[in-house]
């Protein structure tokens, strides 16, 4: 499974970030707290399903200066997999082509071992375009 996701949905909520910056506005008006939020999404929240026996199964992505999904979330929710493995791109606001372009290597790699079967894998060659 690769996840572009983050735990912690309330706090992506509550970051301030120009998405949900107008719904935190609307809780604060409404004295509806962050605690509140949290209790209510945790259903929602990636990490609330997360499962430390699924930690060899799931590929996180994250982008370093993402102001949505922040990386914390995305290391918290690393963290609730048991310490899944967790690709940062560096400088990234989001993720997309270009940033992704470089960690396909190990994308193509992370798939391939759950997907095909052993005798049948190619190692991922990163000069191959």
Do not use: C
């Amino acid at each position: 499974v690769i996840q572009i996701a983050g735990g912690d949905v309330a706090s992506v909520v509550f970051n301030g970030n120009f998405l949900t910056k107008n719904v935190r506005a609307d809780f604060d008006a409404k004295g509806v707290t962050e605690a509140q939020v949290r209790e209510q999404m945790r259903a929602l929240d990636p990490a609330t399903w997360a499962r430390k026996e699924r930690k060899g199964g799931i590929l996180l992505l994250a982008a370093e200066l993402d102001e949505i999904v922040q990386l914390p979330t995305v290391q918290a929710l690393a963290e609730a997999y048991g310490g899944a493995k967790l690709v940062v791109m560096p400088g990234a606001h989001h993720i997309d082509p270009k940033s992704l372009e470089a960690h396909l290597p190990t994308t193509i790699e992370h798939l391939s071992e759950r997907l095909i079967p052993k005798g049948r894998r190619k190692a991922a060659d990163p000069a191959t375009k």
